[in-house]
Structures are given as structure tokens and as C-alpha cells.
T-cell receptor, first 117, second 113 residues
Framework: AQSVTQLDSQVPVFEEAPVELRCNYSSSVSVYLFWYVQYPNQGLQLLLKYLSGSTLVESINGFEAEFNKSQTSFHLRKPSVHISDTAEYFCAVKDDGSNFGNEKLTFGTGTRLTIIP | ETGVTQSPTHLIKTRGQQVTLRCSSQSGHNTVSWYQQALGQGPQFIFQYYREEENGRGNFPPRFSGLQFPNYSSELNVNALELDDSALYLC????????????FGPGTRLLVL
């Protein structure tokens, strides 16, 4: 069984300040890791993902996340946030694909990021 | 744009009724998964279909069922609706290859009264 813990349900941050959204996971098998973003009244959009290789992954809009296997973490960071980053952010894990057919994503409960002007 | 569409966008039903939600995936995406997202929660996996057969299921009762069609469309059917079924229902599709990412549709918001 897998689980994802997002320790902060809400994170308020001033515009142009840095932010870190925390994600820890538990799994008995190797995993892929994802961050999805959900804007109000919309579905989920993939922000970034870690499948293999470099443990630091980046998105096109300035977010980055680092996979830390020893700490089972995949924290999301951005050095300077913008008003448009206001959204709900979900961390998710799935099996690394060695068991083909199991596409189940296990999500955390989400972190609501609010940017303060 | 993920290329995944869902219909309807919103739906209101009463307890005990049945509902069918629809999803249209990208061409070539043979795997489709359905998720239920209750208010204030993360999405919960309902089940997935690969080439028209169910091949994975989460902790949902049998009154949640699905179909996948050769034209990359799929359905989620829920019988005997309960108040707790009120949620955003998301479908996600992916292509072949074990490193392919799932892409989500915008969801259908179901309210059961």
C-alpha cells in the first residue's frame, strides 16, 4: 500500500517570496512522483514529475521539486511566487511501472497556496 | 489543454437514481482511469480500464461500474446514488509505455440531493 502526506493544508505567501510545499510518501516498491495543480473549478494539470535520472526536476513556470529517497520526500519549491500561482497543489505517487497495468495514482490531501499581494 | 474532455460539466441527481458520466480520451490512449474527488480532499482512485477491460480497482463498491469503447471514449456509471457520492469525478488517460503520464480531464461535478 502507498500513502502520501502533505503536511500543510494551507500556505499563505507574499507575492515574490519563496515557497516550499512539503510532500512525504510511503511505499514498499519503487515509485514515480508527481505534482499536480488544480485551479479553482478546474481539473488537475500536471506540474512536474520524477520518473528516473536527475533527482531535481523543473517545470516550465519556475517550480522545481527534488526527490529524496532516503527521506521519502518530494518537496515542491519556487523562489518567487506570483498571484497566478494561487491554486491547490497535489502530490501523487504510483508504482514505477514494473507491474504494468497498475496505473493507480495515490494522492495527498492537497495544499492550498494563497498568494498575498 | 490535455486533450481529455468530460461531459456533462455539472449534474444534479437525487438519492437512489443512476448516473452516467462520459470521458473522451486522446487518440491512442488505451488506458483510462476514473477518480472521485470529494470536497476538500485529494482524488481517490475508482478503477482503470485498459483496452476495454477493467484491470484495476480501488476501494469502491460494485455500484460503481465502467465501460471503455474502441473510439477512446469511456463511461462511469453509478447506481443507487447516495449523498456521499457528491463529488468531482475526474477521468485520466495515458498512452502506451510504462513512463507515460496520465492526463486529466476537467471533471464532472455531481451533486446528489
Amino acid at each position: 500500500a502507498q500513502s502520501v502526506t502533505q503536511l500543510d493544508s494551507q500556505v499563505p505567501v507574499f507575492e515574490e517570496a519563496p515557497v516550499e510545499l512539503r510532500c512525504n510518501y510511503s511505499s514498499s516498491v519503487s515509485v514515480y512522483l508527481f505534482w499536480y495543480v488544480q485551479y479553482p473549478n478546474q481539473g488537475l494539470q500536471l506540474l512536474l514529475k520524477y520518473l528516473s535520472g536527475s533527482t531535481l526536476v523543473e517545470s516550465i513556470n519556475g517550480f522545481e521539486a527534488e526527490f529524496n529517497k532516503s527521506q521519502t520526500s518530494f518537496h515542491l519549491r519556487k523562489p518567487s511566487v506570483h498571484i497566478s500561482d494561487t491554486a491547490e497543489y497535489f502530490c501523487a505517487v504510483k508504482d514505477d511501472g514494473s507491474n504494468f497495468g497498475n496505473e493507480k495514482l495515490t494522492f495527498g490531501t492537497g495544499t492550498r497556496l494563497t498568494i498575498i499581494p | 489543454e490535455t486533450g481529455v474532455t468530460q461531459s456533462p460539466t455539472h449534474l444534479i441527481k437525487t438519492r437512489g437514481q443512476q448516473v452516467t458520466l462520459r470521458c473522451s480520451s486522446q487518440s491512442g490512449h488505451n488506458t483510462v482511469s476514473w477518480y472521485q474527488q470529494a470536497l476538500g480532499q485529494g482524488p481517490q482512485f475508482i478503477f482503470q480500464y485498459y483496452r476495454e477491460e477493467e484491470n484495476g480497482r480501488g476501494n469502491f463498491p460494485p455500484r460503481f461500474s465502467g465501460l471503455q469503447f474502441p473510439n477512446y471514449s469511456s463511461e462511469l456509471n453509478v447506481n443507487a446514488l447516495e449523498l456521499d457520492d457528491s463529488a468531482l469525478y475526474l477521468c485520466a488517460s495515458r498512452g502506451e509505455g510504462y513512463q507515460e503520464t496520465q492526463y486529466f480531464g476537467p471533471g464532472t461535478r455531481l451533486l446528489v440531493l
